[in-house]
């Protein structure tokens, strides 16, 4: 399973972005998919999460309402919409693909496969 994560980038507060996680094969569909992100110095957090069966979503409450997590299965591709973005936004974001129980799917641990970092920068 290999995980691509792409679309960081520097945008002033109030703005959007939306990250996109290519994956190999039928990862989207297979496996649970969820976005963590970690700042400097903090530890990794749990934004999203979209379940393998039944397509629910879980949000962190810091970003309920302002981020969305989506797949198209078609494009082996999960993406983040992120908007009204705040300062307190600014981190590596991962994404990340598993099989956790739904008590687990916050907890990093519980997934297998983890992109590479993009970089999310909100300026004040």
């Known amino acids: 399973v290999q995980l691509q994560a792409s679309g960081g980038g520097l945008v002033q507060a109030g703005g959007s972005l939306r990250l996109s996680c290519t994956t190999s094969?039928?990862?989207?569909?297979?496996?649970?998919m969820a976005w963590f992100r970690q700042a400097p110095g903090k530890e990794r957090e749990f934004v999203a999460a979209?379940?393998?069966?039944?397509?629910?979503?879980y949000y962190a409450d810091s970003v309920k309402g302002r981020f969305t997590i989506s797949r198209d299965n078609a494009k082996n591709t999960v993406y983040l919409q992120m908007n009204s973005l705040k300062p307190e936004d600014t981190a590596v974001y991962y994404c990340?693909?598993?099989?956790?129980?739904?008590?687990?799917?916050?907890?990093?641990?519980?997934?297998?496969?983890w992109g590479q970092g993009t970089q999310v920068t909100v300026s004040s």
């Open positions: 979209l379940r393998q069966s039944g397509g629910n979503t």
């Open positions: 990340t693909a598993g099989r956790p129980i739904l008590s687990a799917l916050r907890t990093a641990q519980a997934y297998s496969h």
């Open positions: 094969g039928r990862t989207v569909t297979n496996y649970g």
